[in-house]
Nanobody
Framework: QVQLVESGGGLVQAGGSLRLSCAAS????????MGWFRQAPGKQRELVAT???????MYADSVKGRFTISRDNAENTVYLQMNSLKPEDTAVYYC????????????WGQGTQVTVSS
């Protein structure tokens, strides 16, 4: 099994920054890409950013130019640097990992709350 533990959420004013971290442990050999999703109250979970094991990244249009995803393979950790935060970024942010055998994002963290005040 793979365990994902997020940290770094909190309350910040609009225009501020936060950095989320996600540490993976357990059967690391089973995972390929890692990423972040978020879910705001009353809305569906949506993709924020992903990063492949080789470093290729992908971002949702709503966060391009403001968020940066990075990965430390030696530490099995993925980061999400969030700058120029907006109230609409308020959500629970979930770390996820892609299972090699299925290609699906089957592993999830418990989530960390990010609240951006106006």
């Amino acid at each position: 099994q793979v365990q994902l533990v997020e940290s770094g959420g909190g309350l910040v004013q609009a225009g501020g920054s936060l950095r989320l971290s996600c540490a993976a442990s357990g059967a690391i050999f089973r995972i390929n890409a890692m990423g972040w999703f978020r879910q705001a109250p009353g809305k569906q979970r949506e993709l924020v950013a992903t990063i492949a094991s080789g470093g290729t990244t992908m971002y949702a249009d709503s966060v391009k130019g403001r968020f940066t995803i990075s990965r430390d393979n030696a530490e099995n950790t993925v980061y999400l640097q969030m700058n120029s935060l907006k109230p609409e970024d308020t959500a629970v942010y979930y770390c996820t990992a892609q299972r090699k055998s299925t290609g699906s994002y089957d592993y999830w963290g418990q989530g960390t709350q990010v609240t951006v005040s106006s």
